[in-house]
């Protein structure tokens, strides 16, 4: 299992950024900024270090924030306050060109980024399982998402992240690692065969379970706030985003983010690339990540 050290720096509002690195450091390709699930934490990204070596890429992983050693975002945030974030993060790292990787709920972020940087600076990004506005439709989405996105759309932030956190939290605090781990497999028993076959892969789960643990290291107010960015309006329209530099894959079975809502907004995003596939679900990521990296590697090499 790979692991990394976690990195921060001062944004100039003062807050605190924090990211993770993997892969192939001396990597010639531009890096790749990883937009990790929800909720969870830069540390997800390690599930990809062993392609990405493979592969000669570099991936930059950061805690959005509220998570990991991320600060909170104490002023008005919405989805598009964050790509001023990664050009901060960019620059820090003296990157003049990147590319970006989101999963799950990482993928507002990615579409933010799209609409608001320039594709001189930010060259294209693939969106994994990504949730999309939950006005194109939750039917077929699992109950508990969609009763997380319903207390999110008509409480306070605060709420939903304290209710989140009296059922995750003590887990992910305790001591012992096995108790957090034993409530993930716990849930995973009810997902579909295919999500619950990722689980039991040690290229997966141990991330998945270590980005669960980072997110709620000190409570839920990354995950409640978050949670009502997704629950609310997104500030922009998916017919805004530069889908040229858009690649979209996910699972025909998918009950996290139900297919037809990925297959509605991409409808509205005609110019993106796609790829549905039959036979998965939510953890494309995990069937999928070499074929989903070489996405990124320049064809003359």
């Not at 100039?12 to 950024?17: F, H, K, L, N, V």
């Not at 997704?230 to 889908?243: R, S, T």
């Amino acid at each position: 299992m790979s692991s990394s050290e976690s990195h921060d720096f001062t944004l100039a509002d003062g807050r605190t950024m924090a990211w993770c690195e993997y892969g192939d450091a001396s990597s010639s390709h531009p890096p790749i900024f990883y937009y990790h699930s929800f909720p969870s934490a830069g540390c997800e990204g390690g599930l990809l270090h062993e392609t990405a070596l493979k592969l000669h890429l570099r991936i930059i992983s950061p805690d959005r924030p509220g998570y990991g050693d991320s600060s909170l975002f104490d002023a008005p945030r919405t989805f598009l306050t964050y790509p001023a974030d990664i050009i901060a993060l960019a620059d820090h790292l003296k990157i003049s060109q990147f590319e970006i990787l989101s999963v799950s709920g990482g993928s507002p972020y990615l579409l933010a980024c799209l609409k608001e940087i320039p594709k001189d600076r930010c060259l294209g990004g693939t969106s994994v399982s990504g949730i999309y506005p939950l006005s194109l439709g939750t039917k077929g989405m699992a109950f508990m998402q969609r009763a997380v996105m319903f207390v999110a759309s008509w409480t306070p932030s605060s709420f939903v992240g304290t209710l989140m956190n009296s059922q995750l939290g003590a887990a992910a605090r305790d001591p012992d690692p096995k108790k957090l781990e034993k409530a993930v497999m716990d849930n995973a028993k009810g997902m579909p065969e295919r999500d619950r076959l990722a689980f039991e892969k040690e290229s997966f789960k141990p991330y998945m379970i270590n980005g669960l643990r980072a997110a709620f290291k000190t409570d839920g107010s990354g995950a409640g706030f978050e949670a009502g960015l997704y629950a609310a309006d997104w500030g922009f329209k998916l017919e805004e985003v530069d889908a040229t530099r858009l690649r979209i894959w996910h699972g025909k079975l998918d009950t996290n983010v139900p297919f037809q809502m990925a297959e509605k907004a991409a409808k509205l995003m005609p110019a993106a690339k796609t790829t549905f596939l039959d036979g998965e679900g939510h953890s494309v990521i995990a069937w999928h990540l070499e074929d989903i990296l070489k996405g990124f590697v320049p064809a003359s090499t």
